[in-house]
Nanobody, 123 residues
Framework: QVQLVESGGGLVQAGGSLRLSCAAS????????VCWFRQAPGKEREFVAT????????YYADSVKGRFTISRDNAKNTVYLQMNSLKPEDTAVYYC????????????????WGQGTQVTVSS
């Protein structure tokens, strides 16, 4: 069983930066792939970035590639999402999710979810 808690969201102006954290409980977290998804009002949840259990493999949505960086510190049971050059269209609730297999971009393949953190980018 893994419990996930996101933090770091907030209000930022366009062009600014935020770093989201996803803190996990459970001593086996290091064996889980983790993914960030987001959901804007009136839209479906969409894939943002994912990282393998080791941290060696990452994958990004085209819309955030070059601006966002996903990383993890397994000693701290935490995954991060560094978001730079934020745009108003990045406004959404951001969720982290974990699964005990290889990383995936599909939300229905993840077993554990956090409660989400709001990111609002003003123009």
């Amino acid at each position: 069983q893994v419990q996930l808690v996101e933090s770091g969201g907030g209000l930022v102006q366009a062009g600014g930066s935020l770093r989201l954290s996803c803190a996990a409980s459970g001593r086996t977290f290091a064996s889980y792939a983790v993914c960030w998804f987001r959901q804007a009002p009136g839209k479906e949840r969409e894939f943002v970035a994912t990282i393998s259990w080791s941290g060696r493999n990452t994958y990004y949505a085209d819309s955030v590639k070059g601006r966002f960086t996903i990383s993890r510190d397994n000693a701290k049971n935490t995954v991060y999402l560094q978001m730079n050059s934020l745009k108003p269209e990045d406004t959404a609730v951001y969720y982290c999710a974990a699964r005990s297999y290889s990383a995936s971009v599909h939300s229905n393949e993840y077993d554990y979810w956090g409660q989400g953190t709001q990111v609002t980018v003003s123009s």
